[in-house]
């Protein structure tokens, strides 16, 4: 295929390949060169950012533990607990009216169920929520039910005018442990009783508040775990952590709860509980939603993952837009369910499960990098690692959108393909014309080539010069001295062609000549009627005694003579070694009056001689004999090449030659039945007798045969 396209094409697609190709390797080379740049920097600002937000995670839940530890140690939390464990022991012998049962029950079922089982299944059963002793009751329904302040604000009632102890407790020590509260951030805070599991006082009087984590509604809670986990190492001032979960009270919303015990003295009398604040969780790992001041851009964002592999912080797409986030959650397949409760808790702690390899690899101790799927599957480039805080088994993840981090490089894919179409395009014009210029001087010698040929080996130097002192110019001087040898040795040939020609035109008939120069192998002759003449000259051995020269001279003008005389009458003769000469006529060229031909071309033969003695003072006589009948003529390539004849005219012919005298031409009776009207004929009334002839390719002739004497014409011959 390629070879069916010029040379200038290919040079000029050579061009634009080399261009191309170096085009996209210098582009490929600064593309991966860019992207990997920037790939390391985008890893490196994420990597210091997770480490920053885990470092300022592991110190709010430091500080955390400290500050539970240090209530934990305090005298007035200490004295707290004491007094309220105290009071709520009074209450349990309080009585309650029947409107106060009924008061309570119409708030869990007007106020807490709706609420709650808008965003997790269950029973609305009172019975099974409903606190089970006398204070829980009691309490309840002063703090809850009978508090004016609406929910989500209860604890801002700091007392009941009912004149119990419990009531006075309260009045002294809740508007300090609500400061408390709000100063550490807290969700909530709880008292509870060790040995009961009695939760004897909360801030924000939630449906915990008074029920027992042993015996009450919420004893499978992760608060009553906290709890658990005090009873099991009550060693003073060690606060424990437990983890997130779903938590009831707070109407299913994600909770996790610190506990520290509480002595008096030596005597452990409860444990101080905080349940630990999303928000301030999620206020640093979003920078308040600060992302792009931080470094994290349109997409990039921080979050925590626990080894449930669920999160326990909120994500950027769903904070900064909800509905698309839910679309793309139904996208994925993720359950109705699951979506309407992340639409209900506005979070997605504990509902959005993230598989990613970067969080597997974080679960497994791993920590590192890497160009992977998030949550959504999206592409992003990931920093990860584990962080345990107090022993919970959680993943820190910051990562980027891959299309953020990579736009620049794929302006930069743009613009290079823009810089690429247009260089080829310029290269194409370029490449164009420098394959013209380089490729001018093939051209003229292209050109100087089919004039050339054309020419036959004769052109016209000028066309073959190349003005370069490069390998063209070599080439072309090369190729002019090429043309010039051309030139000479095809004059060489003509010269030689025609000496070949003119040879042969003295070995063979011109018809047979031509033949042989058009290349033909057989060249065989066979016709029924031709009249042939088979002369003989003597005294051509007596030449010797003559000098060089005269017998060159003698000889020339004969032969000449005779070709003329074999032109006029359109005649083909042969010379053979011993001085025959055998004339014939109508073989390649039928006439109708080849007779009379050859007999014009004998006497005309004849009166050659004769004038050839007159004018060299020398004895040489003809004598033939003439007859018309079949022949046979071929070229048969010998040794050498030679023209052979023979038939029965040839015979006879020479049978005749053989017998006639020195001067005499004899025909056969077949030539005077045709020509007695336009020749003197003398009839022989005994012919010689026959004497040796030599032999050809026919053998001795030994026959005799009876033949007329040739006198001469009754009038001018007229043939032409």
Not at 234 to 247: C, K, T
């Amino acid at each position: 295929m390629i070879n069916q396209v010029s040379v200038k094409s290919q040079v000029v697609l050579l061009l634009l390949v080399v261009s191309l190709l170096s085009s996209l390797l210098v582009g490929l080379l600064s593309w991966r060169s860019s992207r990997a740049v920037l790939s390391d920097t985008v890893f490196a600002n994420i990597t210091s950012i997770r480490r920053s937000k885990a470092a300022q995670v592991e110190a709010h839940f430091r500080n955390t533990r400290y500050t539970l530890e240090i209530l934990g140690e305090n005298d007035m939390v200490v004295e707290a607990m004491v007094r309220f464990n105290r009071a709520f022991r009074q209450l349990e012998n309080r009585t309650i009216p029947e409107e106060w049962d009924s008061a309570l029950e119409a708030y869990y079922t007007s106020q807490f169920f709706p609420r709650l089982f808008a965003n997790l299944p269950g029973q609305a059963d009172y019975n099974l929520y409903r606190p089970q002793n006398q204070a829980g009751r009691y309490l309840q329904y002063q703090y809850m039910v009978a508090n004016p302040f609406a929910i989500g604000e209860k604890m801002r009632l700091d007392t009941v005018d009912d004149e119990t102890e419990y009531s006075k407790v309260h009045a002294y020590y809740h508007p300090r442990l609500r400061t408390i509260m709000h100063k550490f951030d807290f969700y909530d805070l709880f008292l509870v009783n060790i040995e009961t599991g009695d939760i004897v006082y909360t801030v924000a009087k939630e449906v915990d508040y008074a029920t027992s984590l042993d015996q009450g509604p919420f004893r499978r809670s992760n608060l009553a775990d906290a709890l658990a986990l005090v009873r099991q190492n009550s060693e003073r001032g060690v606060a424990q952590l437990v983890d997130f979960a779903l938590y009831r009270p707070s109407y299913g919303a994600p909770a996790a709860f610190w506990a520290v015990p509480l002595y008096n003295g030596t005597h452990l009398v409860g444990v101080l509980m905080t349940q630990v604040s999303l928000e301030a969780i999620n206020a640093i790992m979003t920078t308040n939603q600060r992302w792009a001041q931080v470094g994290l851009g349109a997409t990039g964002e921080a979050y925590l993952v626990g080894g449930d592999r669920l999160l326990r912080t909120d994500v950027r797409p769903r904070i900064e837009d909800p509905v698309a986030y839910q679309e793309g959650l139904a996208d994925l397949g993720v359950s109705a369910d699951t979506i309407d409760l992340i639409r209900a808790f506005d979070t997605t702690v504990l509902l959005q499960e993230v598989a990613s390899p970067a969080v597997t690899a974080a679960l497994q101790n791993q920590e590192g990098t890497e160009f992977t799927t998030n949550y959504l599957r999206r592409p992003v480039l990931a920093s990860y690692q584990p962080l345990p805080l107090e022993g919970l088994p959680w993943a820190m993840v910051v990562e980027m959108g891959a299309d953020e981090v990579f736009a620049p490089i794929y302006r930069f894919q743009r613009t290079l393909w823009i810089t690429i179409v247009f260089v080829i395009v310029v290269l194409a014009f370029l490449a164009i014309g420098i394959a013209h210029r380089f490729l001018r001087p093939m051209h003229r010698l292209m050109v100087g080539a089919h004039a050339l040929r054309q020419a036959g080996g004769a052109t016209d130097a000028a066309l073959l010069q190349v003005n370069a002192a490069n390998e063209w110019g070599e080439l072309a001087t090369a190729f002019s001295d090429l043309a010039q040898t051309i030139q000479q040795q095809s004059a060489l040939l003509i010269t030689k062609e025609t000496e070949n020609g003119q040879l042969l035109q003295n070995l063979l008939p011109g018809v047979a000549v031509q033949r042989l120069q058009k290349r033909e192998t057989a060249i065989v002759d066979q016709v029924s009627q031709v009249t042939v003449c088979n002369a003989q000259l003597e005294g051509v051995a007596t030449l010797t005694q003559k000098s060089g020269p005269e017998v060159a001279t003698l000889l020339h003008d004969l032969f000449s003579d005779l070709d003329e005389a074999a032109t006029r009458y359109d005649v083909e003769y042969l010379i053979t070694p011993d001085q025959q000469i055998i004339a014939f006529c109508g073989l390649s060229t039928p006439y109708l009056d080849h007779s009379q031909r050859i007999v014009n071309f004998a006497l005309t033969l004849q009166a050659l001689v004769q004038q050839l003695e007159t004018r060299h003072t020398i004895k040489i006589t003809l004598h033939g004999g003439i007859h018309s009948g079949p022949m046979i003529g071929s070229v048969l390539y010998k040794p050498k090449i030679v023209y052979e004849v023979w038939g029965e005219s040839v015979a006879t012919a020479l049978e005749l030659s053989g017998q006639g005298a020195p001067d005499r031409l004899l025909v056969s009776q077949t030539i005077y039945d045709q020509l007695h009207e336009q020749y003197c004929f003398q009839r022989l009334s005994a012919p010689p007798k026959a004497q040796p002839w030599g032999q050809r390719g026919n053998g001795h002739v030994q026959a005799q045969t009876t033949g007329w004497l040739l006198a001469g014409a009754k009038i001018e011959p007229s043939i032409k």
